[in-house]
C-alpha cells in the first residue's frame, strides 16, 4: 500500500515537474519587449496556478482514495482512470479552447465535482456506502464517460459540440 502512494506520488510529482518545465521553457522564448498584461489579468489566476490548483485537488484525490481500504478496488481504478484522462484533456482545452464553455465545465469537474462525489461517498458509513454504492458507481460512470467524450471532442476538433456538452455538463454537475 505505502509503494502504491508513493508511485502515486511520484507520477504526480513528474507530470508537475514537466509542465513547470515546459512553462519555464516557454517563457523564456517569449519576446522581451512584449507589452506586459493588463493589471486586471494579474489579479486572476494564471492558467498555469489554475491547472496547478486542478493537479492538487486531483492529488489530494488520490491521496484520499489511497487512504481509505473499504473503497473498492475497481473504484479506484475507475476514478483514477478520470484523473489521468483530466490531466490529458485539461491543459489542451486550456491553450486551445481558453474562453469555451465546455473547459470551464472540466476544469470545474477537476477542481471540484470528482473530489466532491468521492468524498462525500468516502464520510459515510461502511453501511451507508453499501447502500449507495451503485448510486457512487453510476456518478462516477458517467464522470468518465464525459471525459472520454470530452478527449474525443478536442482531439477531433469537434467545436460543434462543445455548446451541447457544455450544457449537459452544467445541468447534470451544476
Known sequence: MTTIIAAAIFIIAVVGFAIMMKNMKAKKAAPKDSPSPPSASRS??????????ILDSLLRLNLLMRRDIDLPGEMVSEVEAIIDDLTVIIPGMMERYPGETLTYEIKKIGKEHLYKTVKEYLDLSLESRKNQLDIFKKTIESLHDVSNRSRDIVEKNETAEFKTMANFLAGKFS
Do not use: L
Open 44 to 53: 486572476e489566476a494564471s492558467p498555469d496556478q489554475e491547472y496547478k490548483t
